[in-house]
T-cell receptor, first 113, second 113 residues
């Protein structure tokens, strides 16, 4: 099956700085890569996703890049704010996995005011 | 607009007891999933279902059972609870296909003592 690696496991930044979280995947057939944000005591919530036919996608302060050749994708958050503090998960979904998502281990992002 | 609803939110079980975690969704999604989340380990798939009457094992199915008699409901059964099943459990659903968002419930925090 798919194996998704996520780094770093923890990330602390000053408010206003940028944060970058990186993920790699193993299955070249994977074609959908969502990012989820999980706030304390809540379930994960989709914040952005990218499909394999796209190299980059941006939504306000959040962007995701995908390098299919290298099998890695990254989440970029600019102008970070304290409310960005949460656990972020990357995931990958492949063509042969009937909708199954494989998750990274998560990154605890802390934004200091 | 309920989305995915899980009950209970918290539960303490004694070793050897059984219980059912309830999950229901009102989005008419075909795909439903059960994940467990352990600290620093991301989300591991326990079981999933691609439609009523169809279920299949995920990465960590041992000690669990599921059923899917209706589109809306996907209960997870724990038989003979063990301390290793102490975790936070999330139910999720999606409309299926290759590139669709998964919606998560709020989670059930289970402690086995």
């Amino acid at each position: 099956g798919e194996n998704v690696e996520q780094h770093p496991s923890t990330l602390s930044v000053q408010e206003g700085d940028s944060a970058v979280i990186k993920c790699t995947y193993s299955d070249s057939a994977s074609n959908y890569f969502p990012w989820y944000k999980q706030e304390l005591g809540k379930g994960p919530q989709l914040i952005i996703d990218i499909r394999s036919n796209v190299g980059e996608k941006k939504d306000q302060r959040i962007a995701v890049t995908l390098n299919k050749t290298a099998k890695h994708f990254s989440l970029h958050i600019t102008e970070t704010q304290p409310e960005d503090s949460a656990v972020y998960f990357c995931a990958a979904k492949g063509g042969s996995t009937l909708g199954r998502l494989y998750f990274g281990r998560g990154t605890q992002l802390t934004v200091w005011p | 607009n309920a989305g995915v609803t899980q009950t209970p939110k918290f539960r303490i079980l004694k070793i050897g007891q059984s219980m059912t975690l309830q999950c229901t969704q009102d989005m008419n999604h075909n795909y439903m999933y059960w994940y467990r989340q352990d600290p620093g380990m991301g989300l591991k798939l326990i079981y999933y279902s691609v439609g009523a009457g169809i279920t299949d094992k995920g990465e960590v199915p041992n000690g669990y059972n599921v059923s899917r008699s209706t589109t809306e409901d996907f209960p997870l059964r724990l038989e003979l609870a063990a301390p290793s099943q102490t975790s936070v459990y999330f139910c999720a659903s999606s409309s299926g296909g290759m590139n669709t968002e998964a919606f998560f419930g709020q989670g059930t925090r289970l402690t086995v003592v």
